[in-house]
């Protein structure tokens, strides 16, 4: 099972996604790969424990970022008790102004 959580902020994206890092690592997860698409999104390839994932849901609202809602994998682990990893994805989208950012 893999997880994905999508967020959209029109807040600063250097802080948005430094928050959005605090805040994998809040919820006991680990960060295990990231890829960043121009200045339009980035997105996390994450490990939570089961529980880990409403944590991370709910410090990314009180952060700023516009949730979707709970996909049926999401709401699956509100039953686990396990500490078992479970892998996901937390891509973030920047609403912004600026120019696309050139990455060679």
Do not use: C, W
């Not at 959580?5 to 295990?32: F, M």
């Not at 980035?42 to 880990?52: C, D, H, M, S, Y």
């Not at 991370?56 to 700023?64: C, N, V, Y």
């Not at 049926?72 to 682990?77: M, N, P, V």
């Amino acid at each position: 099972m893999i997880v994905r959580l999508h967020g959209v902020t029109s807040d600063e994206r250097h802080q948005s996604t430094s928050s959005a890092s605090e805040s994998i690592t809040a919820a006991e997860g680990y960060i295990l790969d990231f890829r960043q698409f121009s200045n339009l999104a980035v997105v996390f390839t994450i490990e939570l424990p089961p529980a880990g994932y409403a944590r991370l849901r709910d410090s990314l609202t009180k952060s700023g970022f516009q949730m979707d809602l709970p996909s049926t994998q999401e709401i699956s682990l509100s039953h686990i008790e396990a500490t078992t990893p479970v892998a996901g994805t937390l891509r973030l989208d920047f609403l912004h102004d600026e120019p696309d950012l050139r990455i060679p």
